[in-house]
């Protein structure tokens, strides 16, 4: 329990984009059924390692949460990362009337 006066800190929404789904609930689902993430490189032509295989974000289009020059600057973990917390955002259901009293906390 906290103690007086120390701010309590609660989760509200969780976004997910990984190997095996692009939002929470199929990512969910997904590992329950023990459906791996793992297969052929996509994002690029792999011919010239020696590893062809990885853990894609498979149908991530970065163009779909910013604009098309927004997403040439930046890199796609930080579009990624964008995304994820919009959907938590979302989950959240929260309206803000302090901005200053929201963060993200973001796992890589």
Known sequence: ????????????????????????????????????????????????IDVQIACEMKGFDPESVVEKREARKLDRCSVAAIAAARQAWAMSGAAVDDPERVGVIIGS
């Open 1 to 48: 329990m906290a103690e007086a006066g120390t701010p309590r800190v609660v989760i509200t929404g969780i976004g997910i984009l990984s190997p095996v789904g692009l939002e929470t609930d199929t990512a969910w689902a997904t590992l329950l059924a023990g459906t791996s993430g793992v297969g052929p490189i996509t994002n690029f032509d792999p011919s010239r």
